[in-house]
């Protein structure tokens, strides 16, 4: 019923950019939060932004200033527009949103930032 699948990872250089994709099914966007979160090898998964059924967004410090969570609600897509890159994004990402009390996650999009 409810399914997220993340694409548009990949090699970007430090200072570089990506856009990630995350296309959502069985939610509607303009009701339900879309979070991404990321996970770097043996680490914490870790929170890094929302944006809400109103359309607002909050983000971790970290990022903050630096990714843009969007949508196109017609579309069924968010967005997670990464600029001026650093080597410790790099990470998993993942797209990740809660209905009815549980918790689904998209199957993940490799990031790698390096030179």
């Known amino acids: 019923q409810v399914q997220l699948v993340e694409s548009g990872g990949g090699l970007a250089q430090p200072g570089g950019s990506l856009r990630l994709s995350c296309a959502v099914s069985?939610?509607?966007?303009?009701?339900?939060?879309v979070h991404w979160h990321r996970q770097a090898p043996g680490k914490q998964r870790e929170w890094i932004g929302v944006?809400?059924?109103?359309?607002?967004?909050k983000y971790e410090d970290s990022v903050k200033g630096r990714f843009t969570i969007s949508r196109d609600n017609a579309k069924n897509m968010v967005y997670l527009q990464m600029n001026s890159l650093k080597p410790e994004d790099t990470a998993v990402y993942y797209c990740?949103?809660?209905?009815?009390?549980?918790?689904?996650w998209g199957q993940g999009t490799q990031v790698t930032v390096s030179s």
């Open positions: 990740n949103t809660l209905l009815n009390t549980q918790m689904y």
């Open positions: 069985g939610i509607i966007l303009s009701i339900n939060d």
């Open positions: 944006i809400g059924g109103s359309g607002m967004t």
